[in-house]
């Protein structure tokens, strides 16, 4: 890992909704999407954060634009969505972090020279949940701790739908948290440069700049503009917005890009147009690999332009019912032109996740995301590679 530490109210046993009734379904129009007085943006607070147990110095926390030195390989680890909050939140505060992912899958995520997640809440001890949203989370700061300590995230994408939950007071100290812990965030921001500006890291023929965006925008005004506060989001593959500005800027200067998305509809094992679309345009825009999360269950998978793509990597500590997920292991070589891809089955019983051992659990899951995803094959290791380079792809 890059950086690395030496630790809720009102959270369902189960923060799932079907498609049909999830009012996160990405076909909403955004120009007529609500607002209302508590999600107007406010400025940033001048009220004093509480300090985190742990707070690391200037010195040791990445900022998202940082960079840092890197042999000629490099090993990303990705997780989807995470939630530390709830059931899992309350193993997280008394200290059991084994009891929400096992030791062994703890240490090869922080033995990868990056992890990111996607960090699925506010973090705050501020703030009121938005009334007519079904589900709301937040999450006290000193769960950042687990985080740091027991995943070893380096960059989390704060690009989805549940950061501004408790309105901008909270976000704005999701961010500050977030810093204090030296934790890199992508996706959201300040501004929209903020939102924009990726996490960069490495060198020597293998830097990797690393972007996050939203297609679920709960309501209009959660979008970053130019001095407001927001997210960033992509929901046109005509139109990839700041997203692409940003990626034309850096593709110069680094030797990849990984996008992580949060989009697609809920429990649906295919992705729909939309996501197909906004894949394939980030990848002609210079996108290496695309990475998406928020269905809560694993979505397929695809190698366009012998780029590849996973369109949804599932819960990955979240109070769910769904309990398949995995770990993405991205390697970048600086002698190879192409990404490895690894990818490890785990599985969620209650509050604990889990890497997936015995050989045919594994297979079954690799056989099943072979039959979901035209063209792509797994091998008894969980490295994905292509099986045609011309073949249909199959959305929803």
């Not at 705050?124 to 938005?130: A, L, Q, W």
């Not at 500050?176 to 440069?193: K, V």
């Not at 960033?232 to 680094?254: F, H, S, T, W």
């Amino acid at each position: 890992m890059v950086a690395s530490l030496s630790g809720g109210v009102g959270y369902p046993e189960d923060a799932e909704k079907t498609a049909s009734t999830s009012p996160d379904v990405p076909d909403r129009d955004i120009s007529v999407a609500p607002t209302g007085p508590e999600l107007t943006p406010t400025p940033s607070p001048t009220a004093t954060i509480p300090p985190p147990t742990v707070t690391p110095s200037e010195s040791e926390a990445p900022s998202p634009a940082e960079s840092v030195s890197a042999p000629l390989v490099m090993t990303v680890a990705v997780g989807g969505d995470v939630l530390p909050a709830g059931r899992i939140g309350a193993k997280i505060e008394s200290g059991e972090y084994d009891a929400v992912l096992d030791a062994d899958t703890a240490a090869r995520l922080r033995a990868a020279d990056v992890t990111m997640i996607n960090l699925e809440t506010s973090v705050s001890v501020r703030g009121e949940p938005i009334p007519e949203k079904a589900y709301t989370f937040r999450s006290p700061p000193e769960n950042l701790k687990f985080i740091t300590d027991w995943l070893g995230a380096d960059v989390v994408s704060i690009a989805n739908n549940h950061t501004l939950d408790y309105g901008w007071d909270a976000f704005h100290d999701t961010l500050a948290h977030l810093d204090e812990y030296g934790i890199a965030h992508i996706g959201a921001g300040e501004s929209l440069s903020e939102a924009a500006r990726p996490y960069i890291v490495g060198s020597e023929g293998v830097r990797i700049a690393f972007f996050a965006a939203n297609q679920i925008l709960t309501y209009a005004n959660w979008a970053a503009g130019t001095d407001k506060p927001g997210q960033l989001i992509a929901r046109e593959a005509k139109n990839l917005g700041a997203l692409g500005d940003a990626m034309a800027q850096v593709r110069d200067e680094c030797d990849y890009i990984v996008v992580y998305m949060h989009w697609g509809i809920e429990l649906d094992a295919l992705p729909y147009e939309r996501q197909t679309e906004v894949a394939h345009a980030l990848i002609d825009a210079g996108a290496d690999v695309v990475i998406g999360a928020h269905p809560h269950v694993i979505q397929s998978f695809e190698y366009y332009n012998s780029k590849p793509i996973i369109y949804s990597i599932g819960n990955f500590l979240f109070n769910s019912l769904h309990p398949d997920t995995a770990v993405v292991f991205l390697r970048f070589d600086a002698a190879e032109p192409s990404v490895t891809v690894e990818v490890m089955p785990a599985r969620t019983e209650g509050t604990l996740t889990r890497a997936i051992d015995d050989s045919d659990g594994r297979r079954r899951l690799f056989d099943y995301w072979e039959s979901i995803s035209p063209g792509v094959l797994f091998d008894d290791d969980g490295i994905m590679s292509p099986a045609t380079a011309d073949i249909s792809f199959v959305t929803a």
